[in-house]
């Protein structure tokens, strides 16, 4: 979530209402006030909504919201003349490139501080930290057209914003703050992206750091903006933001020609919606101009089709509409939740714990006696520390993510103890012995089931322990079973054991493989057990389980 500071002074200038208006509705639009200060509230904008990361934003949200300018704001783009080209060399590496020219900002010290709010705020929101689009704004009248987007050798040298001295692409990395901390995304490419004018100053290293030329101050009248990313609609939708934020504050917008392609365009989208699908999800009775006035006072544009539909005009910077029910939710907003009747659910029924919540619970305490201490690990996770760390091949079951927020968390863990593993990699400098435990969903094949593991460690923790504590949890759980060798690669050979119930392996235990340890660099040696709960007698299991289960 996105904590963002609201200058009362801008917002009241931007709204044309007082403060105290504006602090009682705001959390009426999907926002939490974080804090009241004397000069300024933060509130806490959701993710979904990146326009509202700026006062600009929220001052055009709330001006519709409180009625004081409805419908479809509209933002005219004219031709600048100005040029950029893209590098061929870009297309393994950063591709993607928006841009406009931003002309007659006034900028005083509550705006400009509003636009690098804004900045930053969507290079979390859009950007997943500068890793997908990072944005760059520089002072247009420093440097000159035509523009490129180049590969650069990474021993180009200029000063990066903040320094005084040039430093190499190279050098950047590993001096500037900014190099230090986004390090991470470029340097395993043989060549860096660049952008520089036509006399061939670097405006930007993106997505690492501005040039100090191009640094805007409260003095800069016109502005170039550059957008850079992997992902071309990202990209398109965090160039949109910006130039609406700032033609919000006054500012007139012109395209650059990119490739031969005028860009940003800030035309809306259309698409028709259903009046009766709207009313049955949100549970109104509205007509079609009663749903297109609230549309409009979340600033669509809206026009009555017939009786039963409504044709819809999203704005550019709406990028959160993907669905028609998502502006049937801005209906609800715009309708005002406070305003909705309190009813009583016409279903009834009595709520009792779920049996496979009881069988946890067991465990829980099972391993609380024996001095283990519950964690509570991700349920997000990747293949790396999943697979290839315990040096089990990868399953062709695994979940993996549509659109994963970072290469840290890719797929959903169908297995808890690399994920125990990690937490003692963490805590490895703490006090020994260390034991741990954690129960929870896995998800196996798009089946969701519970699964235990369990690890301790410290100089002297060995099989036998492991083995101890499995027999003690499984026979206070009522479990009949046998044990195998096992041929987990996860374990130490000849130290490691498959649990089997009726026939089926249902778990694993023994000494972790050395090669394990070092792969999450732990010093010591851990005893290690793994246990699928379907396996404890009581569990609720579907016919699907049972014959996995062999019962």
Sequence with gaps: MAIISLSYKYLERLTGTDKETILKRIPMIGSEIERIEEDHVDVEFFPNRPD???????????????????????????????????????????????????????????????VMTLQEALHWA??????????????????????????????????????????????????????????????????????????DHVCSFPPIINGERTRVTTKTKNILLDVTGTDQRAVNVAANIIC???????????????????????????????????????GLELTAPQMAALLEKMRFGAQPV??????????????????????????????????FDVQIPPTFSIGKEHMANTVADQARTILSGIGYLEMMPFTLTNERV??????????????????PISEEYTVVRTDILPLLLEMLQVNRHRELPQRIFATGDVVADLLTTQQLAAASTHPTADFSEAYAHVDAMLRELGISYT??????????????ADIIVNGKKVGVFGEIHPAVLTAFELEHPVAAFELDLRAVPGYPASKDTLLRLGQ
């Design 52 to 114: 509202l990361f700026s006062v600009e934003g929220a001052a055009r949200a709330m001006r519709g919201f409180l009625g004081i300018e409805t419908g479809l704001p509209k933002y005219s783009v004219k031709p600048s003349g100005i040029k950029f080209t893209i590098d061929p060399k870009l297309a393994g590496i950063r591709p993607c490139l928006g841009s406009a020219i931003i002309r007659n900002v006034s900028f005083d010290d509550e705006s400009i501080l509003s």
């Design 126 to 199: 859009v950007g997943r930290g500068r890793s997908k689009v990072a944005i760059g704004i520089h002072d247009l009248d420093t440097i000159t057209p035509p523009f490129h987007y180049t590969a650069s050798p990474r021993s180009r040298k200029f000063v990066p914003l903040d320094f005084t001295k040039e430093l190499t692409l190279d050098g950047i990395l590993t001096e500037h703050p900014k190099g230090k901390d986004y390090a991470k995304i470029v340097k395993d490419f043989p060549l860096f992206p660049l952008i520089t004018d036509d006399e």
């Design 244 to 282: 609406t934020a700032m033609a919000e504050a006054g500012a007139t917008i012109e395209s650059v020609e990119i490739n031969g392609v005028a860009t940003p365009s800030l035309a809306p989208t259309e698409r028709t919606v259903s009046v009766r699908e709207c009313c049955e999800l949100v």
């Design 306 to 339: 017939g009786s039963d539909r409504v044709k819809v005009q999203v704005p550019c910077f709406r990028a959160d509409i993907m669905h028609d029910w998502d502006l049937f939710e801005d209906v609800a907003i715009a309708y005002g939740y406070e305003n």
């Design 386 to 403: 999943l697979s290839d760390y315990l040096r089990r091949p990868r399953s062709p079951h695994v979940l993996h993510l549509m659109h």
């Design 483 to 496: 044990v195998e060798e096992s041929k987990d690669d996860a374990f130490i050979d000849g130290r490691r």
